[in-house]
């Protein structure tokens, strides 16, 4: 049977008229077919073919015809429908892995990949709650890694977020790991069973590396921004739901929260959620001394603990007080490289052995705010009083965090270091001269540092800081002393900085490198101890 | 809380979009996660006022009388009506006869309304030749004394539903091209191509150019007149369709449209009733000016955005167009007010003898081709005129796509070839200009400075941001009732 369509005002051009006349001849059951504009010569060939059903006076060249000879009405239907559809059909660019492609907008980005599910947003802060609003309006998850957002500006955006069931991590967001993908400064550490929410920086980072090192791996890192559990008002918004969201999520069996001292209420409600997701739990509160275990939440002393507490929880251990039972055992045996406090006194003695009678004082530098703090938290405890930028008592705040006084742990990711320059972990420069100037203190009896790897940061953070480490050991050693340097590496195997070599080039140089920040934060105590004759 | 929307996206893969650090977007891109980089700049250009229009409009739009509007609705319904526009030739009048409002006394320029003072010398120079034309005056001197003496009044051709290239004077006995948008019935007219070189529209007025008028008036046009009426309407949509896909973009190159213009009357022209040599002289003007198809193709764009303006709540944008002193822009729903900036100068490539410090300002009605998603907006249709924009294909097709940013729809009847046959960017969105800061891209002539040299140049030009960034506080005002 033969069956003639018009479309008028329709003007294509031959090549695509005979290409679509073609794929409609090779369908099974369409005998002939014509696909051309209503051109005269066009007709008067049609008409030849016996397509004379229909009056063509009213066509012009203008339009475009098809026309289709079928076994039956039903095949010459379907061979028009694919006629027209074949004209106006796309063919779909394949972007998989081709590359990032760039567009103006969000809008357009969206219609770029329309199954875009996360926006990460680092705009200047003026401008970055606009468009984490935007990206929440059209359906997406937020990180938005920028800061000097107002607290009144996170309300909103979290309470959008919620409201509309999305995950709003930040402001100030500067790690997650989402679906196993680092975001922004992350690591890249292996999948596994453990769900952690974090405020989301050096805290997120160290607690995923040695997780990835102890041999578990993260379902799910989630970054709430620095205010989050803090701030009253904040209330947890983002953790909250954070927490319900890996509750229901099945491939997160264990779950973890590191936080920096929450507001009262939010760590209840915190403490509470975790308990009703019916799935074990490790809490842990930088500065805030550890609460008491329950069968099912451990609360951790320190980041490597929460590590291992919900690594523990991860493969074989059913409850607190087996897992406790685990650690105990394992202290010193190393099967988690975690050195014995009679390693790391012995350490001590040797890395103190060579000091002159003029070096006193610890100097941690850091590049991470929450490994600051987490050595912060331990030293000063320790050593009788640390001064500090990150002080949390107003006495012990360095009126000049440009210089050191007594025991001293700076974070120089603070604002006062960074204006106008890039954050330290991006580039180490300026912990580099740190490092120079307190080789030149005859008073410095140990150097502590992180060295933080994945995506993010420094190409090579070890390498950059080699040289005023060499310097500073050469500067104790021409003034009749000595200087131990010690470090820890946050990283894992995967990152892109290869952790291994990063290690070998410390150790190269002399430095003693611990396998986490709370273990290099102790020989440095212990070294600072020693120094200063309290042992 | 409901959680559902994160299960979803903790079971399916990241696809990221980073707005900001580039870095970022590598990064992703490396672990395998599919990443789109935006590439953000401060919106309005950090301009806080404009900043809260576009959060007002975002936030709601309301009619006069107090009902809720949807922006939305309203630019698909302006893009709608551009799309089924069916721009078509129906013949050639006089400008006295068939321009709405034509007079004796008026004389219809380019751009937004200008006074006398303030015109610059391009203007001035078609002005006086206008005048000369018209026999109003008897030279350039005394032209220039009745131009400013208040006797004759000046308007923009947008007001009179036409459109004019360069400085776009009409004058009342000038023929001029009719287009009907046959599915509107809307009407535009324009005057017919003058050729390059010394012209009246690039401020020319010597006795040649005089002389070329009048033969325009009293022989080309009777003939062109009397070949349409034998041939019947011409549908300037699918020529306009057909000569993109014959390296025309219908602004800067109209070499392929002026070419089927041509084939399209000769066969009506040799059966008229004229001297052969006549029909010669004519069908060889045509043949020597490559823009000929110009006024064709901007009168074509006229009528269809007009169909789109006027729509209540529509942040789409109806009209582009500069006087040499200015440039302005309207919406659609914001009809009859224009929003202007100061006119841009030309960057661009400059005919043997003369350079940027001979260029006139940004002047003429032909960015009404942009308006209407040709032009500039379909630089990846014309590769042989890729100069303009950087030299290579890929900087054409980078133009284009850039378009797509700030466009409301894609055309259904314009397409690139290059660009696997996308519709050209069409339906211009105010807000997406002022929010991502993409100005539109606008191909151009550039008039020589001084009154009565002519065409010096072509190029691209930058409109003024801030009449956009006007527009849409003007819009904000009108609509958006919390600011």
């Known amino acids: ?535 | 809380m409901n959680v559902n929307a994160v299960e979803k996206l903790f079971t399916s893969e990241l696809r990221a979009i980073n707005i900001g650090l580039e870095s970022f977007a590598k990064n992703l891109s490396a672990e395998g996660a599919k990443t789109v980089q935006v590439d953000w700049r401060p919106p309005a250009g950090g301009d806080l006022k404009t900043i809260a229009a576009l959060d007002a409009i975002a936030a709601g739009i309301f009619g006069r009388d107090g009902k809720p509007l949807d922006a939305e609705a309203a630019n698909a319904e302006a893009a709608r009506r551009i799309l089924a526009a069916k721009p078509t030739v129906v013949g050639i009048g006089t400008a006295l006869d068939v321009v709405p409002g034509m007079a004796r006394d008026l004389i219809l320029h380019a751009g937004p309304p200008v006074a006398w003072k303030d015109m610059c010398g391009p203007l001035r120079g078609a002005i006086i030749g206008g005048l000369l034309y018209e026999g109003l005056a008897s030279d350039a001197g005394e032209a220039e004394t009745l131009a400013a003496s208040g006797k004759i009044r000046f308007e923009p051709c947008h007001h009179h539903d036409a459109v004019g290239p360069m400085a776009g004077v009409m004058t009342a006995s000038m023929p001029v091209w009719i287009l009907e948008n046959k599915g509107f019935g809307n009407r535009a007219y324009c005057t017919l191509n003058e050729g390059l070189g010394k012209v009246l529209r690039y401020g020319a007025y010597s006795a040649e150019v005089l002389q070329r008028l009048a033969w325009m008036r009293d022989e080309l046009a009777p003939m062109l007149s009397a070949a349409i009426a034998l041939r019947g309407p011409i549908d300037m949509k699918s020529l306009i369709a057909q000569v993109l896909q014959m390296g025309d973009e219908g602004h800067n190159r109209n070499r392929a449209g002026t070419s089927i213009v041509i084939r399209e009357l000769a066969p009506h022209l040799v059966m008229l009733d004229w001297p052969r040599e006549k029909i010669a002289k004519a069908l060889a003007f045509l043949n020597g000016n490559d823009h000929f198809f110009l006024n064709l193709t901007m009168p074509s764009a006229k009528c269809t955005v007009d169909a789109a303006a006027g729509i209540e709540g529509s942040t789409i944008i109806t009209t582009m167009a500069r006087n040499g002193t200015e440039f302005g822009i309207k919406l659609s729903g914001l009809p009859g007010r224009w929003f202007t900036g100061p006119a841009g100068v030309v960057e661009g490539l400059y005919l043997p003898g003369y350079g940027p410090s001979d260029a006139a300002r940004d002047i003429g009605d032909s960015v009404i081709t942009e308006t209407s998603g040709i032009g500039g907006f379909a630089m990846a249709a014309a590769p042989a005129i890729v100069k303009f924009v950087g030299g290579s294909p890929q900087d054409a097709l980078n133009v284009t796509l850039r378009m797509y940013e700030i466009c409301q729809t894609e055309n259904d009847a314009y397409q690139i070839p290059a660009l696997d046959f996308r519709g050209t960017p069409t339906a211009i969105d105010v807000r997406k200009v002022v929010e991502t800061g993409i100005l539109p891209a606008i191909n151009t002539g550039i008039a020589h400075r001084n009154p009565g040299i002519g065409m010096v140049g072509a190029g691209l030009v930058k409109p003024p941001e801030c009449a956009f960034r006007d527009a849409v506080v003007a819009f904000a005002k009108e609509y958006a009732h919390n600011t």
Not at chain 1, 100 to 111: N, R
Not at chain 1, 145 to 172: Q, R
Not at chain 1, 199 to 213: K, P
Not at chain 1, 395 to 420: A, E
Request: net charge negative; hydrophobic share 45%.
């Open chain 1, 1 to 535: 049977m033969k069956q003639i369509a018009v479309r008028k005002d329709s003007y294509y051009d031959s090549v695509f008229l005979m290409l679509s006349a073609r794929a409609l001849k090779s369908l099974a059951g369409v005998s002939e077919a014509v696909v051309a504009m209503a051109t005269p010569m066009n007709l008067e060939l049609l008409a030849g073919m016996g397509f004379a059903s229909r009056d063509f006076a009213d066509l012009t060249p203008g339009d475009l015809i098809v026309a289709v000879e079928a076994q039956d009405g039903s095949t010459s239907e379907a061979a028009i429908k694919e006629a027209f559809e074949s004209l106006t059909r796309r063919k779909k660019t394949d972007s998989s892995g081709a590359g990032i492609q760039s567009s103006g907008s969000l809008q357009s980005a969206q219609k770029i990949d329309p199954d875009a599910n996360m926006a990460i947003i680092s705009v200047p802060g003026a401008y970055a709650a606009r468009e984490a609003r935007k990206a929440l309006d059209a359906g997406l998850h937020v990180m938005l890694f920028s800061d000097n957002v107002s607290l009144e500006e996170e309300i909103s955006l979290k309470t959008l977020a919620v409201s509309k069931g999305l995950l709003m991590m930040g402001p100030d967001c500067g790690t997650a790991i989402i679906n196993g993908k680092p975001l922004c400064f992350a690591n890249v550490v292996r999948k596994g069973p453990i769900g952690i929410v974090a405020a989301a920086g050096t805290g997120l980072q160290e607690v995923s590396c040695l997780i990835d090192r102890y041999g578990s791996g993260i379902s799910q890192g989630i970054g709430t921004g620095g205010r989050d559990m803090k701030n009253a008002a904040v209330g947890g918004m983002t953790s909250l739901f954070a927490i319900e969201a890996l509750a229901a999520d099945p491939a997160t069996k264990v779950m973890l929260v590191v936080s920096k001292p929450p507001a009262p209420d939010v760590a209840a409600k915190v403490i509470a959620a975790l308990r009703a997701s019916g799935k074990p739990a490790v809490a842990h509160f930088l500065g805030l001394p550890p609460g008491t275990d329950e069968p099912h939440l451990a609360y951790a002393h320190d980041l490597e603990e929460a590590a291992l507490l919900a690594t523990l929880f991860a493969t074989t251990v059913l409850d607190s007080t087996a897992a406790r039972k685990l650690i105990a055992e394992d202290s010193g045996n190393d099967r988690y490289n975690r050195p014995s406090r009679a390693t790391i006194e012995r350490l001590a003695i040797q890395e103190s052995a060579k000091l002159s009678s003029a070096q006193k004082y610890l100097r941690g530098l850091y590049t991470g705010g929450t490994l600051t703090d987490e050595t912060l938290f331990l030293a000063h405890a320790s050593l009788g009083g640390v001064w500090s930028n990150n002080h949390t008592d107003k006495n012990w705040l360095l009126s000049d965090p440009k210089k050191s006084l007594g025991h001293t742990v700076i974070d120089l990711g603070d604002d006062i270091f960074t204006v106008g320059k890039p954050h330290p972990m991006i580039d180490p420069a300026a912990r580099a001269e740190r490092i120079s100037l307190e080789g030149r203190d005859e008073t410095c009896a140990v150097i502590l540092i992180d060295v933080v790897l994945g995506y993010g940061s420094h190409p090579d953070p070890a390498g950059a800081c080699l040289q005023a480490i060499a310097g500073a050991k050469a500067a104790a050693r021409a003034r009749g002393g000595y200087m131990p340097v010690v470090a820890s590496v946050t990283g894992t195997a995967g990152d892109p900085q290869d952790f291994e070599a990063q290690v070998a080039k410390l150790e190269a140089e002399g430095v003693v490198v611990m396998p986490s920040n709370y273990r290099a934060a102790l020989l440095a105590i212990e070294i600072a101890e020693l120094a200063g004759g309290k042992r």
